[in-house]
């Protein structure tokens, strides 16, 4: 979308440096920022280090030293990239073949319950595959620590040279702006805040819970302050359009900014888990003898368990993604009455009580190297996690060696007022409902299967060209992709008429409080006309 639909720039063009921006930001992406830093000027900074063409590093009198640091090191990161990605795609397909087996064997001799349960069995993990598909895409590199201490290197070099008067100087008057366009910068120098490594730990592939990432806050941003109005072609005034990106598309709430747009996200994780197990549920329990028995009861417990684990992630980020890592952190208040409490205490010890106060003291010590975050994680949802995954593993055991073969399994004892054993049907149902009922679960699990699958191979295959080590297969594979886009386009417009619905909606019940325009940069083969004036007009 940067450049004109038929244009393919050189390797040495604004959108190569601006690909090799957008593809250090992914890898950033995978890593935690330090969670004490403030929050806009950790996001300012950041853009500032991705995005200049202008700011010379260490001492250099050259202007482009920070594009030729991101150009290497983008390469770097290409070349020491894992290339595992399509193979595990391809091997992916070996799940598919045996889910059409089971659907074939199960409708192929339609009523018999044994190979129902099977097949409910591959749609209650019909999940699992899109899941593991979508951490593959966030891939880590080979050294994770040796890629985060670079990322760590090039964010304070940048901070080293905003902090450089002369060099801050003559970066404002190259790109024409004034010293309140970076009054953010005096923080720069608070030890407290910025001394030590910008990004902490390894986070991608969904390995730490309420990892949020730096790269939605920053894309947001720019896209709804800029690109999105701009449309294809945004980067046509190259300087122009990177300076409206640094200086410009500033966002408020800094890293710690909480889109709307990212309930699709949450929204769209949780239909892919409920989708497949409920289907599995609806199989299972229209399977003979109908009703709640060990099979259904057992995918309902996991289903609960797990939107049980899912309130609780999105409940503890509510209370506490402001104030993390704070005074005002949940845990340090409690922390700090306790500690008000045995302050008032000392001095009425006495040798019987002096092993209780020493506890005490324990306890405190405790209350200060804990959030609230750490405790929930390490108390309550680690273990629910690991009860959920060892009835999960139970299930699929118990119903592959017939542990289910009983009369309590089979009599669906788990239902009000007790269970029953038809003998007539018992193992085989050829009621016509049956095929209605089974075809209606079967068909809700492999939609939403396919429809994961679908959209995981669809964004792989639209960003895989910033990953790509050599230029002109990356043009190629950008050429593809475009291709694709275009005569796919279709696809979208249901999905463009529901947001625009929902927006025209939220629009009137909040009185015309609301923003009415797009806020997302929509994808087009033609380019809009946009004058330079206009592009300007960002800039104030």
Not at 290 to 307: Q, W
Request: charged letters at 20%; glycine letters at 8%; aromatic letters at 12%.
């Amino acid at each position: 979308m940067s450049v004109k639909y038929n244009d393919y720039p050189s390797e040495d063009s604004d959108f190569s440096l601006m690909r090799d921006s957008l593809y250090i930001l992914c890898i950033m992406n995978q890593y935690s920022p330090r969670l004490s830093l403030p929050p806009v000027e950790a996001e300012r900074l950041l853009r500032l280090a991705l995005f200049s063409n202008l700011l010379p590093l260490n001492g250099s009198a050259d202007s482009n030293s920070l594009v030729k640091r991101r150009t290497e090191l983008a390469q770097n990161f290409r070349e020491g990239r894992k290339k595992g990605v399509v193979p595990v795609f391809l091997s992916f397909l070996w799940f598919v073949f045996a889910l059409v087996l089971s659907i074939q064997l199960s409708f192929g001799d339609i009523g018999e319950n044994a190979t129902a349960h099977n097949l409910a069995l591959g749609l209650l993990v019909g999940w699992l595959p899109i899941f593991i598909l979508a951490s593959t895409v966030d891939r880590n590199l080979v050294s994770a620590d040796s890629i985060r201490e670079r990322l760590n290197r090039l964010v304070d070099d940048v901070r080293r040279a905003l902090l450089d008067p002369d060099v801050l100087t003559a970066y404002m008057k190259a790109t024409r702006t004034v010293e309140e366009d970076f009054s953010w910068t005096e923080c720069l120098n608070n030890g407290d805040l910025f001394a030590g490594d910008f990004f902490e730990g390894f986070a991608g592939q969904g390995r730490t819970h309420w990892h949020y990432g730096v790269a939605h806050p920053i894309l947001a941003g720019i896209e709804t302050k800029f690109m999105a109005e701009s449309g294809r072609n945004w980067l046509r005034h190259g300087n122009t359009a990177r300076l409206a990106i640094v200086v410009s598309s500033r966002n408020i709430n800094g890293l710690k900014m909480f889109d709307p747009r990212m309930v699709w996200q949450i929204t769209s994780s949780i239909f892919i888990v409920c989708g497949t197990v409920f289907g599995a549920l609806i199989l299972s329990y229209l399977t003979p003898t109908v009703g709640l028995g060990c099979h259904a009861g057992g995918y309902l417990v996991y289903v609960v368990v797990t939107l049980s684990l899912l309130t609780i992630e999105i409940g503890v980020w509510w209370l506490t993604h402001e104030n993390t890592n704070t005074q005002d952190d949940i845990l340090a208040r409690v922390g700090s009455k306790f500690e008000r409490h045995i302050s008032r205490s000392d001095g009425q010890q006495d040798r019987r009580t002096a092993s209780i106060w020493r506890l005490s003291h324990v306890i405190l010590l405790w209350f200060r190297s804990r959030t609230f975050r750490d405790v929930v994680k390490n108390f309550v949802i680690r273990p629910l996690e690991i009860m959920n995954t060892i009835w999960l593993t139970y299930i699929i055991f118990a119903q592959t060696f017939g542990s289910y073969q009983t009369c309590d399994c089979m009599a669906s004892l788990w239902g009000p007022g007790g269970g029953y054993i038809d003998f007539n049907v018992y193992d085989y149902d050829n009621a016509s409902t049956v095929s209605l009922f089974w075809g209606g679960a079967t068909g809700l699990s492999c939609a939403v299967m396919a429809a994961g699958l679908a959209y995981i191979v669809t964004e792989y295959c639209t960003q895989s060209h910033l990953s790509t080590e050599n230029y002109s297969r990356a043009m190629e594979g950008l050429k593809s992709t475009r291709r694709f886009k275009k005569h796919t386009r279709f696809v979208k417009v249901i999905h463009g008429l529901v947001i625009k619905f929902g927006k025209l909606l939220w629009w009137k019940i909040s009185d015309g409080r609301s923003r009415r325009g797009r806020r997302s940069l929509v994808w087009t083969v033609e380019t809009q006309q946009y004058r330079l004036n206009n592009l300007a007009h960002h800039l104030g």
